[in-house]
C-alpha cells in the first residue's frame, strides 16, 4: 500500500519560510502527479501546487513567486518550499500523489493518495 507523510509544518512569522515535505513509500515516479494542498480552517482542500512526472508544475495564483515545488526521485520525497508566508497561508497542507493502473482486461483505474496533513501556522 502506498503511504504518504508529511513533515516541516510549524508556526512560523509572516515573511518567513518553511520547507515541507513528502516521504513516499515508493518510488514517487510510480505517480503520474503529485502535489500540496491545503484547507484553511473553515474553508474547502484547494491545490497548491503540483508537479508530474514529467516535470510540469502548476501553482495556485495565490502562491506564485513564492512557492516552490519539487522532487527528489532518489529519495522519493517531494518537497514544497514556502516562502514569503502570509497569514492567509495558515492551514492544514496534504500531500497527494495520483496514478493509474491497469487491471487485467485492460481497464485503467485511477488512484488517489492522501497523506494525514501538517500544520502550518502564519503569524501576524
Known amino acids: 500500500q502506498v503511504q504518504l507523510v508529511e513533515s516541516g509544518g510549524g508556526l512560523v512569522q509572516a515573511g518567513g519560510s518553511l520547507r515541507l515535505s513528502c516521504a513516499a513509500s515508493?518510488?514517487?515516479?510510480?505517480?503520474?502527479?503529485m502535489g500540496w494542498y491545503r484547507q484553511a480552517p473553515g474553508k474547502q482542500r484547494d491545490l497548491v501546487a503540483r508537479?508530474?512526472?514529467?516535470?510540469?508544475?502548476n501553482y495556485a495564483d495565490s502562491v506564485k513567486g513564492r512557492f516552490t515545488i519539487s522532487r527528489d526521485n532518489a529519495k522519493n520525497t517531494v518537497n514544497l518550499q514556502m516562502n514569503s508566508l502570509k497569514p492567509e497561508d495558515t492551514g492544514v497542507y496534504f500531500c497527494?500523489?495520483?496514478?493509474?493502473?491497469?487491471?487485467?482486461?485492460?481497464?485503467?483505474?485511477?488512484?488517489?493518495?492522501w497523506g494525514q496533513g501538517t500544520q502550518v501556522t502564519v503569524s501576524s
Open positions: 497527494n500523489a495520483e496514478k493509474v493502473v491497469v487491471a487485467g482486461a485492460g481497464e485503467i483505474v485511477p488512484m488517489t493518495y
Open positions: 508537479v508530474t512526472s514529467g516535470g510540469s508544475t
Open positions: 515508493t518510488r514517487i515516479r510510480s505517480f503520474s502527479t
